[in-house]
């Protein structure tokens, strides 16, 4: 069931996205070559408590840091460590919040150091692919319509959605209904209302978008060893359209 929120609930995840976005900034700014994804780790938590929230993701399934930190190859859920990030690599910084009770999740892929021009396009159309999804949250779409949407740019421009991961409500819990793919038809799946919300985040593979588990069991990565961006935001549709949360 995909529960609508309050104009009371809707206000506080206001508050707590826009909390989650200036940490985000935060650690945007510390990636480059020669810090571990260990010390992001540790800057997030830092941050969040400061902020008076909670980290989403510790504790969560088990999960042991606050900051999923995803490296190359890696999609998501990739546990911080002492792993020193390298010139021209990518990492995917993937934080959610707390915040009086409510979640909020965001994600970003950033460049570390100068990369390529195939990685800048890899970042460039992950984002963008965000930001049509996020066009279609409208109420009177399906959620399949952003699904589609989000797929058929992505494939247009020669990369694949990873199809196995998905988007998802959030509210009191950090995964609720609905499932939101990154690739499906046009008019399929529950109709978008007004005070929904929930998270879209398209994964996106510079190969097949195939994934398996990592060997720590949390993260998964392509099974090709191609490189993967991703990026996420938490919006709620309203009676004109959609609103980015974590802005």
Same mark, same amino acid.
């Given at each position: 069931?995909?529960?609508?929120?309050?104009?009371?609930?809707?206000?506080?995840?206001?508050?707590?996205?826009?909390?989650?976005? !200036?940490?985000? =900034?935060?650690?945007? %700014?510390?990636?480059? #070559? +020669?810090?571990?994804? *260990?010390?992001?780790?540790?800057?997030? &938590?830092?941050?969040?408590?400061?902020?008076?929230?909670?980290?989403?993701?510790?504790?969560?399934?088990?999960?042991?840091?606050?900051?999923?930190?995803?490296?190359?190859?890696?999609?998501?859920?990739?546990?911080?460590?002492?792993?020193?990030?390298?010139?021209?690599?990518i990492v995917s910084?993937?934080?959610?919040?707390?915040?009086?009770?409510?979640?909020t999740d965001m994600?970003?892929?950033?460049?570390?150091?100068?990369?390529?021009?195939?990685?800048?396009?890899?970042?460039?159309?992950?984002? !963008?692919?965000? =930001?049509?999804?996020? %066009?279609?949250?409208? #109420? +009177?779409?399906?959620? *399949?319509?952003?699904?589609?949407?989000? &797929?058929?740019?992505?494939?247009?421009?020669?990369?694949?959605?990873?199809?196995?991961?998905?988007?998802?409500?959030?509210?009191?819990?950090?995964h609720e209904d609905?499932?939101?793919?990154?690739?499906?038809?046009?008019?399929?799946?529950?109709?978008?209302?007004?005070?929904?919300?929930?998270?879209?985040?398209?994964?996106?593979?510079?190969?097949?978008?195939?994934?398996?588990?990592?060997?720590?069991?949390?993260?998964?990565?392509?099974?090709?060893?191609?490189?993967?961006?991703?990026?996420?935001?938490?919006?709620?549709?309203?009676?004109?359209?959609?609103?980015?949360?974590?802005?």
């Amino acid at each position: 069931m995909i529960s609508i929120k309050s104009k009371e609930e809707i206000e506080i995840m206001r508050e707590g996205g826009g909390i989650l976005a !200036k940490i985000m =900034k935060e650690l945007e %700014k510390m990636v480059k #070559p +020669g810090i571990n994804t *260990g010390e992001l780790n540790r800057a997030a &938590q830092a941050l969040v408590l400061k902020s008076g929230g909670k980290c989403s993701f510790l504790g969560h399934q088990g999960y042991p840091a606050c900051l999923c930190a995803s490296v190359n190859e890696e999609i998501v859920h990739a546990i911080p460590s002492a792993r020193i990030l390298k010139e021209g690599e990518i990492v995917s910084l993937d934080l959610g919040i707390l915040y009086k009770d409510f979640h909020t999740d965001m994600a970003v892929t950033v460049p570390v150091g100068k990369v390529s021009p195939e990685i800048s396009r890899l970042i460039r159309v992950t984002k !963008k692919a965000l =930001k049509r999804g996020i %066009k279609k949250a409208r #109420p +009177g779409n399906t959620f *399949g319509d952003i699904s589609n949407t989000i &797929q058929r740019y992505i494939e247009d421009q020669g990369f694949s959605a990873v199809k196995d991961l998905c988007g998802h409500g959030i509210g009191k819990i950090l995964h609720e209904d609905p499932e939101i793919l990154n690739y499906g038809g046009r008019h399929s799946g529950p109709e978008i209302k007004p005070g929904m919300v929930f998270c879209l985040e398209p994964m996106v593979a510079v190969g097949s978008g195939e994934i398996k588990k990592s060997k720590d069991g949390y993260a998964y990565e392509t099974s090709d060893g191609s490189l993967s961006a991703h990026f996420e935001h938490t919006m709620v549709a309203t009676k004109n359209g959609v609103e980015v949360l974590t802005e």
